[in-house]
């Protein structure tokens, strides 16, 4: 009996420290226009007293940021970093320990190509509550503003999202991941078209496959290239495509639009010292 109240006690005590332990949201901010955020995602916003924010697109989107709430940049983008990722899930860590409700703002989703997932698994391990709000990932959000279903009955029954590039900066494997009736969005794959177009074309997808490149999706300077497999490389070139942007390949490419209201372009090339400098990935 003493064991079962000595354990009881314990169990108190550990509570009680535990309310004083903040906690951390992964909070995905959408595509980049800032209306498309959801309502959870405005919320954990409006609550926080730190955010750690990436790149974001629209600087709107930190209105509904409380004034006293700390505001810390670690955007990255190809070869620029704020800040490392291990010293970004530290700082969270210490904050969060010191009783603050921490949010994590990525573009995106958390859990697509957002890093999301090594940081849920980070917090964790050192006992900080972690919860996920998700958002609007880039390739339905770029899609969607171009009237390409990913899916279609008569023309895609699957869709692959993929990254154009993995950690040591080569692209994975892509056999097999696209037919007559499939859909492949290809998340940063600008750089890395060649090869994405030699590795299809070797698996026998045919030249003409229609893509859709689509860069800045729901953002000022959004564009909406239709080429085919053959022709990507050159027309990235052509168009002078820069990140982010969206690679759409498959037969349901062939049914997307330009935006109603094309929208002038924007400084393709960020300075890191810009606070809303664009991190290098498609705002997962």
């Known amino acids: 009996m003493n064991a079962i109240r000595k354990s009881r006690s314990d169990l108190t005590k550990t509570s009680e420290v535990d ?14 226009a800032a209306d498309l955020m959801t309502v959870r995602a405005v919320r954990a916003l409006e609550g926080a007293d730190a955010i750690y924010y990436d790149s974001l697109v629209d600087e709107s989107v930190l209105s509904h940021v409380k004034p006293n709430a700390r505001r810390v940049f670690v955007g990255k983008r190809k070869g620029f970093s704020a800040m490392p990722q291990q010293a970004i899930q530290d700082k969270m860590r210490d904050d969060a320990r010191a009783g603050n409700q921490v949010v994590r703002l990525k573009g995106g989703d958390p859990f697509v190509f957002g890093r ?20 609007i990932t880039a390739a339905v959000a770029a899609a969607a503003e171009h009237g390409i279903p990913l899916t279609h009955r008569d023309v895609a029954t699957s869709v692959t999202f993929v990254t154009g590039h993995t950690l040591d900066g080569s692209i994975p494997e892509l056999d097999g991941l696209i037919s007559s009736k499939r859909t492949l969005v290809i998340y940063m794959g600008v750089s890395n078209a060649g090869t994405i177009v030699d590795q299809l074309r070797g698996d026998g997808v045919p030249g003409s496959m229609p893509v859709a490149v689509i860069e800045r999706a729901t953002l000022p300077g959004q564009r909406f290239i239709e080429t085919t497999l053959d022709a990507l490389a050159a027309d990235l070139i052509s168009h002078d495509v820069v990140t982010p942007a969206l690679l759409v390949i498959g037969n349901v490419a062939a049914l997307g639009v330009p935006a109603v209201e094309p929208r002038p372009p924007v400084h393709s090339k960020p300075e890191p010292n810009e606070p809303f400098a664009w991190v290098h990935h498609p705002m997962g």
Do not use: H, N, W
Request: charged letters at 20%; zero cysteines; glycine letters at 24%.
């Open 19 to 32: 309310q004083t332990v903040g906690s951390v949201t992964l909070v995905g901010a959408g595509p980049g």
């Open 116 to 135: 999301g997932g090594e940081e849920l698994a980070d917090l964790r391990a050192d006992g900080i509550p972690v919860k996920v709000i998700p958002g």
